[in-house]
């Protein structure tokens, strides 16, 4: 039986609204692709993200017009030269990596980990909302490690507000390409006095040479700025750390190229993801097994997730049940 490949829309409504510097969601809306053969099934989801041109329709049709490349038995590396990176290859790629595992009865993590993957810690994620709103969220959340979203002309009030609240929380602060030349440094100090462990891209990418010049009293990671291994020489002296998410490298392939080569650079490395269900997040946990600060709450934001999905206790996320993915 050849091949067969399948796309589907799906939307998964959210505990409640997502804020951050750009913009409001209610739903989590995503693109799930099955690629079928005789031995198996692989599923993969990806999450078309507007700020990097993507919408549901340009991404389903970007897997549509891979669909004779699918069908015919291309592989993971014929598909990178194929088609750019993105949240379409990053579902193909993925939904690859499944049916691999699906149709030899292996597992991804024997390939991508070497042994076997555990259970990694996760930030939770606090929306952008006034201080006191924000306060109260860490207060409530029970997190031993909180990212908070910033991205306003000036966050120092809710820095301050977050931090006194959060008991002892180390906190990431992203802002979500929300600051300026002009308030930089004192959202910096801001961080500091807060204790922050991290400040995730600050300013526009493309802006960000600022950087370059100004001490970093908490070590600051590119996030717009990075999407794959590429991009690596336009951040040194810039960034401390790099977020890699699977939406932006167009998959597990090359994420675990641009981890491996970001390490050999002197880079921390961040797992990150944008707001998906369990199966989006389940290969990002492979590659979170190495990393320095892993982000991978998006199944806590949600309302309802999948069947067999991710199992989150306290602020530790363990591996995918291979009925979900890989």
Known sequence: MPRRLSVTVEHFPLREPFRIARGVKTEAA?????????????????VPYPRYGESLESVCDQIEGMRDLIERGGS??????ALAAGAARNALDCALWDLEAKSTGGRVSAIVCGQT?????????????????MASAARASGRDLLKIKLGTAD??????????????????LDANEGWTDA???????AAAAAGAIL?????????????????????????ESLHVGEDLDHLLGLYDYVNVKLDKTGGLTEAVRLTREARRRGFGVMVGCMVGSSLAMAPAILLAQTADIVDLDGPLLLARDRPHPLTYAGSMVSPPDPRLWG
């Open 199 to 223: 400040v995730e891209q600050p300013l526009p990418a493309g802006q960000d040479a600022i950087l370059a010049d100004i001490p970093h009293p908490v070590p600051v990671c590119a996030d």
């Open 117 to 133: 993957p555990r259970p990694v810690e996760t930030a939770y994620t606090i929306s952008l909302d006034s201080a006191d709103a």
């Open 183 to 189: 308030n930089l440094r004192d959202h910096l100090l």
């Open 155 to 172: 966050d120092r009030e809710r820095i301050r507000a977050v931090h006194a609240a959060a008991r002892g929380a180390r906190l990431i």
């Open 30 to 46: 995503v693109v799930t692709c099955e690629i079928a053969d005789e031995y198996g099934r692989g599923r993969a989801e990806c």
């Open 76 to 81: 993971r590396d014929s598909l990178g030269a």
